[in-house]
């Protein structure tokens, strides 16, 4: 069994759980954290930026991965958004099962 985390980061609060609300209930994702604030510092098109942000961790079954980024990217607002998914190597049996129930 193999479960991922997916972290992104959106411009608003309302977009994140807009977003976190969709991919739960199309299974795209058994559950997801959003971080309210987070203080972003780039460069974007020559110039650099320092935004508030949130973050969002959404938690998924590795089979589900690729169609909830695809999800993310077509819902985001950003014309480059982050989109980032991580294996979980190690955890709780029980939870693995459960983020695989939950994206079937």
């Not at 994140?16 to 959003?34: D, E, G, Y």
């Not at 607002?77 to 459960?98: G, L, M, N, Q, R």
């Amino acid at each position: 069994m193999k479960i991922y985390f997916i972290y992104s980061t959106f411009k608003s609060l309302r977009e994140a759980k807009k977003i976190s609300s969709k991919l739960v209930k199309l299974k795209l994702a058994a559950c997801t954290n959003i971080i309210p604030t987070i203080y972003s510092t780039y460069v974007w098109k020559k110039k650099t930026h320092i935004d508030k942000e949130c973050s969002m961790i959404i938690k998924t079954s590795k089979s589900k991965v690729q169609k909830a980024i695809i999800f993310i990217k077509k819902k985001h607002s950003y014309e480059c958004p982050a989109i980032s998914a991580f294996p979980i190597k190690k955890s709780h049996k029980d939870f693995e099962k459960w983020i695989i129930d939950q994206t079937k």
